[in-house]
């Protein structure tokens, strides 16, 4: 364990950003999993509404450096394919 103040705060630190980063990562995989139920249901309401609220959190992920942007953007892009073809 670190004993320097500055160590210590930096430990604090990694450690918030360490759940923020869980949290984010949990939201994206569930936002992407409800689009890809809705395409298997082939509900292509539904599928586009849930690609709207996952096109929202991918770009908050990766503005939050949590995803790379161009994964976010990758994402985005084969979900949006994905629905188009319904």
């Not at 364990?1 to 450690?15: T, Y």
């Not at 298997?40 to 690609?51: C, I, Q, S, V």
């Not at 709207?52 to 985005?76: E, G």
């Amino acid at each position: 364990m670190a004993n320097h103040k500055s160590a210590l705060k930096r430990h604090r630190q990694s450690l918030k950003a360490r759940e923020r980063n869980r949290i984010m990562k949990t939201r994206v995989k569930n936002a992407v999993k409800a689009v890809r139920m809705a395409i298997e249901a082939n509900d292509k309401e539904a599928a586009a509404k849930a690609l709207q609220a996952a096109t929202s959190i991918l770009d908050k992920a990766a503005s939050k450096k949590t995803l790379h942007w161009r994964t976010s953007a990758r994402k985005i892009s084969r979900l949006s394919m994905a629905v188009n073809k319904i």
